[in-house]
């Protein structure tokens, strides 16, 4: 999905400059066990303390501003064409398709004895919901009982189901 795309270009941005630190600053220890070369005599060091205080700054500000850029990314909800109510229950799901004359199912775990060669355990269900290809979908999750999690990892979301609150997750597939 979209949001997943840049989900996974946020990481590599976070990660590229938190190599970059990890390299300057080992770099810096190395070089401080290795060399002979030390100036006792050094009192005022504005200048670098000016540096090192204001550089973390900007390396901060620069992963923050992609990051909040991707929060209100993930919160917007653009005239989805259609809405999914999903219901956590204790050991299944419950989809009601709204827009279609309320098609309501339950989604089950398969046991174990019902796995065909390939399947993940505690993955497969007896009926998957199906979702339509590059349309808006808003995902309506709550929960009757205990606190659920509604995760599709390859879209990038991951929306807790909590009793009497319904929360809302628009999504793109």
Do not use: C
């Not at 500000?61 to 990314?73: C, D, G, N, Q, V």
């Not at 919901?129 to 979908?137: K, R, T, Y």
């Amino acid at each position: 999905s979209p949001i997943m795309e840049e989900l996974i270009t946020f990481h590599d941005h976070a990660f590229m400059a938190m190599s970059l630190i990890s390299f300057l600053v080992l770099y810096a220890l190395l070089s401080t066990l290795t060399t002979k070369l030390t100036n006792t005599n050094i009192t005022d060091a504005q200048e670098m303390e000016t540096i090192w205080t204001i550089l973390p700054a900007i390396i901060l500000i620069l992963i923050a501003l992609p990051s909040l850029r991707i929060l209100y990314l993930t919160d917007e909800a653009n005239d989805p064409s259609f809405t999914i109510k999903s219901i956590g229950h204790q050991w299944y799901w419950t989809y009601e398709y709204t827009d279609y004359g309320g098609l309501i199912f339950n989604s089950y775990m398969l046991p174990p004895l019902f796995l065909n060669p390939g399947d993940l355990r505690l993955l497969e269900v007896d009926n998957r919901v199906v979702l339509p290809i590059e349309a808006p979908v808003r995902m309506m999750i709550t929960s009757q009982d205990v606190l659920h999690s509604w995760t599709i990892p390859t879209l990038g979301l991951k929306t807790d189901a909590v009793p009497g609150r319904l929360n809302q997750t628009v999504f793109t597939a």
